[in-house]
């Protein structure tokens, strides 16, 4: 089964970028569709990006869209997500999700496989 790590959070201000990354461990990887969420204080959790097993297609919500990017390394098991230009509304608890299939998902409730988050806070 694959386990999943976040890493790359941190406190940026106002306009700088930052690259998260999700470490897979096991060796199903690229079976699986990868995911990231992110759930601010007081809010319900909110997709951002989903990629498929290939990386070929992926899917960004329109808040982040032009400005976050999600990719994917099947040899190296990790999923990536570049963040720019990034404001405070982006300040977050950032989770990575996986499910094993062929197809892109974008709904938290079909993703089975979590990771513990990574904190991305941005100041004013």
């Known amino acids: 089964q694959v386990r999943l790590v976040e890493s790359g959070g941190g406190l940026v201000q106002v306009g700088c970028s930052l690259r998260l990354s999700c470490a897979a461990s096991g060796r199903t990887f690229s079976s699986y569709a990868m995911g990231w969420f992110r759930q601010a204080p007081w809010e319900d959790r909110e997709f951002v990006a989903a990629?498929?097993?290939?990386?070929?297609?992926?899917s960004h919500a329109d808040s982040v869209k032009g400005r976050f990017t999600i990719s994917r390394d099947n040899a190296k098991s990790t999923v990536y997500r570049q963040m720019n230009r990034l404001n405070p509304a982006d300040t977050a608890l950032y989770y990575c999700a996986a499910k094993r299939t062929l197809n892109l998902q974008t709904r938290g409730s079909e993703y089975d496989l979590w990771g513990q988050g990574t904190q991305v806070t941005v100041s004013s």
């Open positions: 990629v498929n097993w290939s990386g070929r297609i992926r």
